[in-house]
């Protein structure tokens, strides 16, 4: 009875209640140093008391008592929390870097949607270790779930490798843990008018309890991020915001390289980034001799397919407000099928090769009432790599109510040197908003390429989407031209139709076995060649059992179809011949609590492939040491056995960070690949002061083996550092 009870009070919250909270404007401005009880700068502001859970009871009240309270100034946003709690020496924190996963360890963060537009918002957030979260958000955040569980950086909802300037402090005590933000009002944008009303939230994990509350609730299918969900903030008074961030750099570096013919160079280099604040609503992004040596190096990956690999783009210039140029089509966690515009194209030139970046410039923000972004860079010409190229974007956005919207992108790459050509490709997308649970998204494109039939050069897809507490289902169909060729972008294959179908539920039973949560689903995605070949097909049918205690236990079967057209080499001297293969295999996954010390993760997959059987496994444990020491170690092991032969594979990753305070830390990465046998480390200090700016010290070890001796080595060592200066 009990569970009808808090589930029917928690519809009724939603239906009926829209949370509202007043800011007021400080008198005095509050000393941030995370002593929220005892700064009388707090005393007169009016609380946010009141939270609600999400998990594990959902609809219940939070099991320890939350207090926010929000300021602001002529120029700051203010927002203190006291996360009071009975047994404040059991806090939980898992990380003290900057943007560390915050659902695994005692947080507290909060969302502003500053136009309350529902589309565009920040994220903000801290641990008891004082750690800077903060994230962009776009698309309504409908999508935040999944890039905010597993951190992967940018997204069409999600940006958590956006960084800002702000500040924030932290305090412990026998009552519990305490923080003060104070976010600069010129790093926000907003509208010019007097007396706004913004979109806000607040959410609080107590990690130990598994426990999630949010102040507006949030139904069980979305996070935080979805920002028509927010409640109101009220009677915001801002000021027209303005200002000039420049950030100079400067580096040497020394470059070894050992081989059938060895060398040893020196250089130094400087470049700078500028940042102007054209409106309130308008930021003009500038960057000169653009360098990127303190980005940790990719996870490597082994392709067992005949399709192109996606590595998510890590680099601070492309990834503000990298949303507003995604444009494409998704397909599913390890990346897109389409995406008109990927940054990771300008800068890299065949095979991965380095290629400098001259400079550019970029002008986000809104113009008019609509979403305006222009991206122009030009990269220098590589001897025997590549020629001079120049890069241009245009994105044009109206954001409109109920999650909808309409959009267009332009894309031109300018081939330079005398065999040169202009690559030009164009899209639109749309979203309509059905209700609050459902939408329709729409994509097309098409692009223009020297000597490719222009008939034949587009791409499709139509998405039809509902998710509602208990089920989430879609169906989209997607067609790809044989001519279609975004050179600025990412196509993952070519020439092809396909369907896509998803049910997934979500039960949750009154305390049975421990159980949280059950999630049978089934999901299918299949591609055609425009002839009616089916040239993959995959049915996935699963079943998710989450408990209370933080393990989860999936369970599931996939039927695979692979129509391989042409031959292709898998492995060394083992080839896939043309044909159908169709194959089962059992997928089993276990997760236990990632907010513990040491916990453990492995996805597995036993069974048919290509026609013959593979053992897929990839077991990953992280071990922490209070909130100094982190690491990860993982491997993802094939043993493969074909009809054309037998082979395996195992790449092997180890990261390890030692975080003396949340801006200062060592992080090391280090993977081994057995299939291009090369192992390979890359070693970080990192000092951050502001923005991403401060020291970096980098050392990247890379070697090839032949059986023994070494065949060959590459090795680096990089000292950098840049400075924010804030003109006004």
Avoid at 103 to 118: G, P, Q
Avoid at 238 to 264: C, D, F, H, W
Avoid at 337 to 345: G, H, Y
């Amino acid at each position: 009875m009990k569970k009808y009870f808090y589930t029917i009070t928690f519809l009724v919250s939603i239906a009926f209640s829209q949370q509202i909270t007043k800011a007021t404007r400080s008198t005095v401005d509050p000393t941030i140093d995370g002593n929220v009880l005892n700064d009388p700068a707090w005393e007169d502001i009016p609380a946010v008391t009141t939270f609600i859970q999400k998990t594990p009871d959902e609809g219940k009240n939070a099991s320890e008592n939350t207090v926010v309270k929000v300021a602001y100034s002529d120029h700051t946003f203010f927002v203190s929390v006291v996360c009071y709690d009975s047994s404040s020496d059991a806090l939980v924190v898992s990380d003290t870097r900057r943007d560390s996963p915050l659902n695994t360890s005692d947080s507290f963060s909060f969302i502003i949607d500053t136009f309350k537009d529902y589309q565009t918002g920040y994220l903000f957030g801290t641990n008891p270790a004082g750690i800077e979260y903060d994230a962009q958000i776009t698309g309504g955040g409908e999508e935040g779930g999944m890039m905010r569980r597993f951190s992967m950086g940018t997204g069409g909802g999600f940006n958590v490798n956006w960084d800002a300037v702000w500040e924030v402090e932290t305090q412990r005590g026998e009552y519990g843990w305490s923080a003060e933000f104070a976010i600069p009002f010129k790093t926000l944008r907003y509208k010019k008018e007097k007396d706004q009303s913004w979109g806000i939230n607040f959410e609080r994990v107590i990690a130990r309890k598994k426990e999630e509350v949010h102040w507006a609730p949030v139904s069980r299918q979305f996070t935080m991020t979805r920002l028509i969900s927010a409640g109101t903030l009220t009677h915001m008074n801002v000021p027209n915001a303005r200002n000039i961030k420049v950030m100079p750099y400067a580096l040497g570096q020394n470059n070894k390289v050992k081989g059938e013919t060895s060398s040893s160079e020196s250089d130094s280099n400087f470049g700078l980034d500028a940042k102007v604040s054209v409106s309130s609503t308008m930021t003009l992004d500038l960057t000169y001799n653009t360098d990127f040596a303190q980005v940790e190096a990719d996870d490597q990956q082994i392709n067992l397919d005949r399709f192109s690999l996606f590595f998510p783009e890590k680099r601070a210039f492309f990834l503000e407000n990298a949303g507003l140029f995604s444009v494409g089509t998704g397909g599913g966690f390890f990346g897109p099928d389409i995406e008109m515009f990927f940054s990771r194209r300008i800068g890299v030139g065949p095979e991965g090769t380095p290629v400098p970046i001259l400079g550019g410039g970029r002008l986000t923000g809104t113009l008019a009432g609509m979403k305006i972004g222009m991206l122009s860079m030009g990269t220098d010409a590589v001897e025997d790599v590549t020629e001079a190229n120049q890069y241009s974007v245009f994105r044009l956005k109206k954001e409109l109510p109920n999650r909808t919207h309409i959009g267009g992108m332009i894309t031109a790459l300018d081939h330079g040197g005398a065999d040169g050509y202009l690559n030009q490709a164009y899209a639109v997308d749309a979203q309509v908003g059905i209700g609050e649970l459902s939408k329709i998204i729409v994509f097309a494109g098409r692009t223009d390429t020297p000597d490719l039939d222009k008939d034949k050069a587009y791409a499709y897809h139509i998405e039809l989407a509902r998710d509602t507490k208990q089920i989430s289902s879609s169906l989209s169909y997607d067609e790809v031209g044989a001519s279609f060729n975004p050179e600025m972008g990412f196509l993952k294959r070519e020439n092809y139709r396909k369907w896509s179908g998803r049910i997934f539920t979500r039960f949750r039973p009154e305390n049975k076995l421990g159980l949280l949560e059950i999630r049978p689903h089934i999901n299918f995605d299949g591609y055609w060649k425009m002839n009616d070949f089916q040239e993959s097909g995959r049915w996935h049918i699963d079943n998710h059992w989450e408990f209370r205690s933080g393990f989860e236990f999936h369970t599931g079967v996939n039927l695979v179809k692979e129509g391989v057209s042409s031959p292709f080499e898998i492995a060394k001297d083992v080839v896939v011949p043309a044909g159908t293969y169709d194959d089962k295999e059992i997928q089993i996954l276990i997760m236990t609590d990632r907010s513990k010390p040491i916990s453990f993760f492995t996805m597995n997959r036993i069974g048919g492939f290509f026609g013959g059987d593979r053992i897929n496994v990839t077991p990953t444990i992280q071990y922490r040491y209070k909130d100094k020491i982190t690491s990860e170690f993982s491997s993802n092991y094939n043993k493969v056995e074909l009809p054309g032969g037998n082979f395996t594979t195992n790449l092997l990753r180890a990261r390890i960070t030692y975080a003396f305070t949340p801006k200062m830390y060592v992080q090391t990465l280090l993977q081994y690949n057995s299939r291009s046998d090369q192992w390979s480390m890359n070693g970080r200090f990192i000092w951050q002061q502001s923005a991403a700016t401060g020291l970096y010290i980098v050392y990247n070890h890379m070697q090839d083996y032949d059986g023994i001796p070494i065949e060959s080595s590459t090795k680096s060592f990089v000292v950098k550092y840049s400075y924010l200066f804030d003109a006004f």
